[in-house]
Every structure is written in structure tokens, then in C-alpha cells.
């Protein structure tokens, strides 16, 4: 195994437990066939880390404010990009 693959499976084994998931399923998932095995990939995390790694994914990807953010990007957009490509259009031709 290369050290590579070593940290893609001890990241998804943690992320795994920090998920809630049971050893044995992370054991299947990382196709382990001793439980000694992913018990070394995956990190247990104390209360204060997972406070933290919650607020950091809050900072990230905030919770939206209100029910109705208003119109899109797309929806103000498309009307007049409609219609400039249709000048553009006649202008070329």
C-alpha cells in the first residue's frame, strides 16, 4: 500500500467513524479482514474537535438566513442574455 492510499484510508475511515458508522461497515468499506486493522486507520475525535470541525463547516457552508433568498443569478440573467444574443445575432448575419 502506498502512503498515498494509507491516507485515503485512514481520512475515510475517521470521517466514517465521525459519521456515526460501526466498525465492522468500516471495516467492510475499507476491505479490511481484521477489525485490529481499521481500528489503526481511524482516529477517534474528543468533543472539543468535533465542535470545532462543526463550526468550521458552519463558516464553510453557512445555513442560509431567510426562507426566500430571491431571484437567482440564473433567473436575472437569462432575460437579457436572450435578447443580446439575438442582437448579436442580427449584427452578424
Do not use: C, W
Request: proline residues 5%; without cysteine.
Amino acid at each position: 500500500m502506498t502512503a498515498a492510499s494509507t491516507t485515503g484510508a485512514a481520512t475515510a475511515g475517521t470521517i466514517l467513524n465521525e459519521l456515526g458508522v460501526d466498525m465492522p461497515t468500516i471495516m467492510e468499506i475499507l476491505r479490511h479482514t481484521q477489525i485490529s486493522q481499521t481500528r489503526r486507520y481511524v482516529k477517534g475525535r474528543s468533543h472539543l474537535s468535533k465542535d470545532a470541525m462543526r463550526r468550521m463547516g458552519e463558516f464553510f457552508v453557512p445555513t442560509p438566513t431567510t426562507a426566500d433568498p430571491g431571484p437567482t443569478e440564473t433567473r436575472t440573467e437569462t432575460a437579457d442574455t436572450r435578447a443580446a444574443r439575438a442582437r448579436r445575432r442580427r449584427r452578424i448575419r
